[in-house]
């Protein structure tokens, strides 16, 4: 059952996040408007503010199912990238870095999750590192709700922009989440169900992801 709730769930997050993207888009030329007024600095700020927080869970849950089934021989790259997501403290260094993962690795992460060995692997982990895997696709569900939220909120900020063409370049950072969100979530339900299927061949629980769930990006632990 939680399956199925699950795929109906981010089947509507793809669609919700699909329209409120090329609204949104479409509102920096002149769009719909409504919902943009106030302190545009702001509102990004808040868009800004979520944004990374969904970036950074994605990415790090990336990292984590990648390094814990995919190629050893690559294992050192990973980490290495692992430790700069980890130790970064500017915010668009972070912005590029979890970006650059979730564009690279989401389809990679996919693939090892169906996979043929992916029991296999999965089994010869410890149950540390089978519970990071779990809580990591958890993860990623969370963020597959929680996406079409910031789109929308994303929307009505490029939409009010057109009556103050001045604040086209504070939007900046919005309108590049949006096109990132546009491009990586349509892939994240198929991750996410096909994860939540190989968690319940190994018989390892991985919780029912909502939208109101806290994200908390944690750095991946890799196999010894």
């Not at 800004?48 to 995919?70: P, R």
């Amino acid at each position: 059952m939680k399956s199925k709730i699950l795929t109906v769930l981010l089947a509507l997050a793809v669609s919700t996040a699909a329209n409120a993207q090329f609204g949104g888009l479409g509102g920096l030329m002149g769009g719909s408007k409504g919902g943009g007024g106030g302190d545009v600095g702001a509102q990004v700020e808040a868009f800004n503010v979520e944004a990374n927080l969904i970036n950074k869970t994605v990415a790090f849950a990336l990292i984590q199912i990648v390094g814990a089934l995919g190629d050893k021989t690559k294992l050192a790259d990973i980490k290495a990238v692992n430790d700069s997501l980890s130790k970064s403290t500017d915010t668009k260094e972070i912005g590029a870095i979890t970006g650059s993962i979730i564009k690279n690795n989401a389809a990679e992460a996919q693939e090892l999750l169906k996979s043929s060995d992916a029991k296999a692997k999965m089994e010869s982990l410890s149950p540390e590192l089978q519970k990071k895997v779990s809580q990591s696709i958890f993860a990623v569900g969370v963020a597959a709700l929680r996406i079409p939220v910031a789109i929308n909120q994303g929307k009505n900020i490029m939409s009010g922009v057109s009556s103050n063409p001045m604040n086209i370049a504070k939007v900046v950072p919005v309108k590049d989440g949006l096109s990132l969100y546009a491009d990586v979530l349509p892939k994240l339900p198929t991750l996410v169900t096909t994860g939540f299927q190989l968690m319940r061949d190994v018989k390892v629980e991985a919780g029912n992801p909502t939208a109101e769930a806290k994200l908390s990006p944690q750095a991946a632990s890799f196999p010894e």
